[in-house]
C-alpha cells in the first residue's frame, strides 16, 4: 500500500492562502487521478478538487474561485492553491491518488485552521 506525503498545513487568519502538496512516492508507472479531501471536525471526509491525468479539473462548490488543484505528473506530486481562506476551510486535508497496478492510496492528512 502506497502512503502518500502531504505537507503545507497550519494556521492562517482568514482571508489569507496556503499552498499544500502531495507526493506520490517511489517508482510509479501512472498516476490517473489526483485529488484533496477534506473532513473538518464532526463531519464526513468531502471531495474538494480533483485533476485528472490530462489536467482537466473539478471543484466542489464552496471552494470555486478560492482554490486551484494542480500537478506535475514529472514529480508525482498534487497541490491544492488555497486563497482567500474562510474559517469553514478549517479541516484536515487528505490527499488521494488513483495509481495505475495499485489502485487508490491516500496521505495521513494534514491539518489547516483558519483563524477569524
Known amino acids: 500500500q502506497v502512503q502518500l506525503v502531504e505537507s503545507g498545513g497550519g494556521l492562517v487568519q482568514a482571508g489569507g492562502s496556503l499552498r499544500l502538496s502531495c507526493v506520490v512516492p517511489?517508482?510509479?508507472?501512472?498516476?490517473?487521478?489526483m485529488a484533496w479531501y477534506r473532513q473538518a471536525p464532526g463531519k464526513q471526509r468531502k471531495l474538494v478538487a480533483a485533476?485528472?491525468?490530462?489536467?482537466?479539473?473539478d471543484y466542489d462548490d464552496s471552494v470555486k474561485g478560492r482554490f486551484a488543484i494542480s500537478r506535475d505528473n514529472a514529480k508525482n506530486t498534487v497541490y491544492l492553491q488555497m486563497k482567500n481562506l474562510e474559517p469553514e476551510d478549517t479541516a484536515v486535508y487528505y490527499c488521494?491518488?488513483?495509481?495505475?497496478?495499485?489502485?487508490?492510496?491516500w496521505g495521513q492528512g494534514t491539518l489547516v485552521t483558519v483563524s477569524s
Open positions: 488521494n491518488a488513483d495509481i495505475q497496478l495499485l489502485g487508490d492510496a
Open positions: 517511489g517508482s510509479i508507472s501512472s498516476i490517473n487521478w
Open positions: 485533476i485528472t491525468s490530462r489536467g482537466s479539473t
